[in-house]
């Protein structure tokens, strides 16, 4: 099939990490049940052995591709600039940060500065006021309905223990 | 039927009716519960079972089944406006959902979800209440070798997700796979591709795998858009006119409706099988048996139909197992079990005799539930479908929190949340690179339980591979999976002739 000259490269370098995490998982999949009994053994490398091979399958297309300048192996369709533009790397690290800090902070104040902070960042900076009133209002709600009304064991903070005692203790 | 149980199941019907202050609120609840991923109705039912308990064994049973039939509906909420299912059994309807709430018809999508919920669970009540004797046998001749050929009938949809680039299709089908074997082997219990993490040892747990393909992948993909509506499509007014419409168009399709709801209700009475294998299986059996498959994927109303009917069907059909044999068919009905146990209820055949009221009255409180369930919910549509208009720099951050704490939830360990990031960032290379997170999603869910019923009949036959050929019911089932796969081909390949005919 001839190629169409007009249209951009595939970028196969983002379409290989997918197959090469596969790979590299059922690798260390396999090893971690080598000495296993059969048991253990039998689905994996029935499912594994499978994924091994439409993997090959899929690098040694990848090659052709390669090899007639129909593809790249670049990156473009996974990482590019527009990620910093739309503020998709600051989104990626206040929800890793909110993930790290959820036990320590709570719920409620953590989502509230992950809600706010992650606002600000994809609104540019625009309208913090009405960013940081929603933020607290969700926050909030997130804490009466799930916390408050349905006990329910989400990971709790000062906020959390100071309200208990503030309706506790009248 | 005879006239005692016909007065019977009238009186009882007037009777769960008259409880409509009860069912409305719960209907609301369980909408709200069953959204959010990690708040299913078995786990909102375990947080409100002192209020339950302190009810009485009638208004306990009605608010525990109209919150399983709400949960079970508004599971399907999120997963057609936001693409992310409240619950595994949604894990199908944002196949053709959610490119209808991108293309503007999110109103009309849900209009066709509700209408399918509900007349495929009010459906499947009247069978089952009608059928239950004949139905409550199904999950004695479904041993583990059938059960193997039922998965498969799930898992080939993997094939049909693949049907764009067959090759990438696989790897993220066998992925799923391979991730749903982590954990230990249910013969010896040996450890398997855990990275030494105590929390995966029991296998993947499906809240934070759902959260993190579905929900946070997702949320770092539609920041790119202002709104989730495509430019193309515009933001429309909402108007009633959409529901309207899309209540005409599940109605055309009433027929679909019944069959994939039966589908739903037969899988449902299968103890141990649950609504996501009802919905995968309804959903590729819908497509093969299409004439138009390849609409399947781009909004096609038939591929929202056939899952919404088929997970409202397994709760009728949950119910089945556990009133006639005492045997819960899901988590949902083992709380219901604790709860009527409570109460002295005695579960069996003498159930019907000596408390006609309770059992006939849990398939009455479905009905009734979905019933009013119909006229509530369904003016909503216009107003939920607004949630593909909010900005997505608000949305994104919301979707995130609410559901990786969601993540948390079913087992309460941190660990979890993390597991739900590390899923999110999958999802997110397997979405901007062109695999499918759903077939993913199939193998995670899917795996696990393929692999038990294989080594079981393995284990039974003493690792002879021809038991999966031993049984009549399996061999039958084998040849409807294996017609289901060739059917389709032959039929497509039929109307493709046909097409070319006039051409020529």
């Keep these: 099939m001839p190629s169409d000259k007009s249209s951009a490269p595939r970028q196969i370098g983002g379409e290989l990490v997918i197959p090469v995490i596969a790979v590299a998982y059922t690798i260390y999949f396999f090893s971690s049940i080598w000495n296993s009994p059969w048991t253990a053994q039998v689905s994996a490398f029935l499912v594994g052995g499978i994924l091994l091979t439409v993997c090959a399958i899929f690098f040694l297309r990848s090659a052709i591709w390669l090899r007639r300048g129909q593809g790249t192996l670049g990156f473009g369709n996974l990482v590019t600039r527009d990620d910093i533009r739309t503020g998709r790397i600051g989104l990626f690290a206040t929800t890793v940060a909110y993930v790290v800090f959820i036990d320590r902070l709570g719920f409620t104040l953590t989502t509230f500065l992950f809600l706010a902070l992650s606002m600000l960042i994809l609104a540019k900076g625009r309208n913090p006021a009405f960013i940081l009133m929603i933020s607290a209002l969700m926050s909030l709600t997130g804490w009466a309905v799930f916390i408050w009304a349905f006990d329910t064991r989400f990971p709790r903070g000062w906020f959390e223990t100071t309200m208990n005692a503030v309706l506790t203790n009248g | 039927m005879d006239s005692s149980t016909a007065s019977i199941l009238a009186e009882v019907f007037l009777e769960t009716l008259s409880f409509w202050y009860v069912i409305i609120p719960t209907i609301f609840l369980g909408l709200i519960v069953g959204a959010i991923p990690g708040f299913s109705a078995a786990n909102t039912i375990i947080i409100l079972m002192p209020l339950t308990l302190a009810m009485d064994l009638q208004t306990g049973l009605i608010f525990m089944i109209s919150l399983y039939c709400s949960a079970r509906m508004g599971a399907g909420i999120p997963a057609i406006l936001v693409n992310i299912p409240g619950t595994a059994g949604a894990a199908a309807t944002p196949l053709d959902g959610y490119p209808m709430a991108k293309q503007g018809k999110g109103q009309q999508a849900l209009a066709i979800s509700f209408v399918a919920s509900c007349i495929g669970g009010l459906l499947t009540t009247l069978i089952a209440l009608a059928t239950m004797p004949i139905l409550a046998r199904v999950g004695f001749y479904m041993h583990s070798v059938e059960m193997i050929v039922v998965m498969l009938f799930g898992i080939s949809l993997i094939a049909s997700i693949a049907a764009q680039d067959m090759v990438k299709g696989l790897i993220a089908g066998f992925l799923g796979l391979m991730i749903g074997s982590i954990g230990t082997d249910v013969v010896y219990a040996t450890p398997r591709g855990t990275f030494g993490f105590l929390e995966l040892y029991d296998g993947v747990p499906l809240i934070p795998a759902l959260v993190g393909l579905f929900a946070v992948s997702e949320a770092f993909v539609i920041i790119e858009k202002r709104v989730i509506i495509s430019r193309e499509a515009g933001v429309n007014k909402a108007s009633w006119h959409a529901t309207f419409e899309g209540v005409s168009i599940a109605l055309k399709r009433w027929w679909h409706i019944v069959w994939t709801s039966i589908i739903g209700l037969v899988i449902g009475v299968i103890p141990g099988a649950g609504a996501s294998i009802a919905s995968f299986v309804a959903y590729q059996q819908s497509r093969s048996f299409s004439k138009t498959p390849e609409l399947y994927g781009t909004g096609h109303p038939e591929g929202l139909i056939a899952p919404e009917s088929a997970n409202n069907g397994v709760t009728s059909g949950t119910l089945v197992p556990l009133l006639v044999l005492g045997i819960p068919g899901g988590a ?116 696990p339980l393929l692999e038990k019923y294989f080594l079981w009949s393995l284990k039974k036959s003493d690792g002879d591979i021809m038991v999966l050929f031993s049984s009549t019911l399996g061999n039958i089932l084998w040849v409807a999976f294996a017609a289901s796969i060739i059917l389709p081909i032959v039929f497509g390949m039929r109307r493709k002739r046909r097409s070319e005919v006039p051409i020529q």
Excluded: C, W
């Excluded at chain 2, 146990?341 to 409180?365: C, D, I, T």
């Excluded at chain 2, 607004?386 to 919301?398: D, E, H, K, N, W």
């Design chain 2, 332 to 447: 949902t009905a083992a709380i219901m079990l604790v709860v009527m146990q409570f109460h002295g209820v005695s579960f069996g055949p003498s159930l019907f005799e000596n408390q006609p009221k309770v059992g006939y009255g849990m398939f009455m409180a479905m009905a009734v539930s979905y019933f009013i369930m119909f006229f509530t919910i369904l003016p909503l549509s216009r107003y939920m479908s607004g949630v593909t208009t909010i900005p997505t720099i608000y949305l994104a951050p919301m979707i995130i929190s609410f559901t990786l704490v969601g993540g948390f939830v079913p087992r309460e360990y941190m660990f979890d949340m993390y597991l739900a990031l590390a899923f999110g960032v999958l999802g997110y290379i397997a979405r901007r690179t062109g695999y499918h997170v759903a077939a993913i999603l199939i193998g995670v869910i899917l795996g």
